[in-house]
């Protein structure tokens, strides 16, 4: 995210292709969130079961724990269960 947001010119931004599963949780987040919050803790956030807007909250309020050194951004996507055709 950092080399991609707000870069001047050609930028290159890494990708990765996944296979999205019921259950997964996704978080695309700068290096404020990134490396000021350890792993584990981002595992206890990413898994909990509180919504989305929650869930981010806690995640900033953490960041701000750890000291807050920089900027703090973060998206989160939790894949749902699809369902049938006929219930759409």
């Known amino acids: 995210m950092t080399r991609y947001v707000g870069h ?3 930028p290159e931004p890494d990708l990765l292709n996944v296979s999205l599963r019921p259950g997964d949780v996704y978080c695309l987040c700068t290096d404020g969130v990134a490396e000021q919050v350890d792993y ?6 990413l898994g909990g ?3 989305p807007v929650e869930l981010l909250r806690g995640l900033l309020a953490d960041t701000l724990a750890a000291g807050g050194h920089d900027n703090a ?5 939790r894949v749902e269960q699809r369902l049938p055709a006929h219930q759409r």
């Open 40 to 45: 584990q803790r981002l595992r206890q956030r």
């Open 49 to 51: 079961r509180t919504g």
């Open 73 to 77: 951004t973060a998206a989160i996507m």
């Open 8 to 10: 001047g010119g050609r």
